[in-house]
């Protein structure tokens, strides 16, 4: 049953903001927050890592990229299904905007290095705009996230989008399976790198994950994988 959002016909709506070709999806919501968090970051000089709005280091933050609009559409649609939700990977908060934006029942923790000078000042503003919805550790998922013990288990939503080593995301994938709750969703970011969709592939050959596929709608398994947490007792 889904219980991100406490009515039907608001949820209703949302639908039909994911599923018109024509929208981007709650854009009108959240386009002068997207436009003073572009500003933000812009004015640290550094370049912004990829995310799901903009190409990787881009300096140019005016134009959508728009071959991810299906990332765009999935996160919100995610964000509307959950309530309480684990993301490893803040960087500009771009993907938080977004999901905060879909669901305004949803309450979003990140961990993040926060090697970005605009890493804390980003979530600091979307903090004045959402309140204790959002929340930020800063450290390394590798040691933060298993340190989190009874509460990593409160959440009913993971996103895997952190360091995408094989080693960092492995551990990660690892740490998320083990700390997580059993039956809880994992979803895990540029899976359509081969390195990591073979080590995707070995957690769901030992029956730790189970994939969730829609091959003919959002849930492609294109460079977005969802998994049910299947961890052993």
């Known amino acids: 049953m889904t219980s991100g ?6 949820r209703h709506e949302r639908i039909l903001q994911i599923s018109d070709m024509n929208l981007e999806p709650f854009f009108d919501d959240y386009k002068e927050n997207l436009k003073r968090l572009n500003e933000i970051a812009l ?6 890592e990829g995310n799901v709005f903009y ?4 300096r140019e933050l005016n134009t959508m990229v728009p071959e ?3 990332k765009r559409r999935m996160l919100a649609l995610a964000a509307m299904t959950f309530t309480n939700a684990m993301e490893i990977g803040f960087n500009a908060g771009h993907s938080a905007l977004l999901m905060l934006t879909a669901n305004p029942s949803l309450k979003l923790t ?3 290095i926060c090697v970005h000078r605009y890493t804390t000042l980003c979530f600091e503003y979307l903090r004045s705009i959402f309140g204790d919805r959002i929340n930020l550790i800063n450290g390394n998922s590798l040691l933060a996230f298993p340190l989190l013990k009874s509460q990593a288990n409160d959440f009913d939503f993971y996103i895997i989008d952190g360091g995408h ?7 990660d994938m690892y740490n998320v399976i083990k700390y997580g709750r059993k039956g809880s969703i994992i979803l895990f970011d540029d899976s359509d790198n081969t390195t990591l969709r073979t080590m995707l592939s070995m957690y769901m050959l030992s029956g730790d994950i189970i994939s969730i596929s829609d091959p003919a709608w959002l849930l ?12 052993k007792d």
């Open 5 to 10: 959002l406490c009515s039907v016909a608001n």
């Open 43 to 48: 004015s640290t000089n550094e370049p912004i």
């Open 55 to 58: 190409a990787h280091f881009s």
């Open 68 to 70: 991810f609009i299906h």
């Open 110 to 112: 990140y961990i993040d």
């Open 165 to 171: 080593g094989i080693d960092v995301a492995e551990t």
């Open 220 to 231: 492609k398994n294109t460079n977005q994988m969802f998994f049910i947490n299947n961890k």
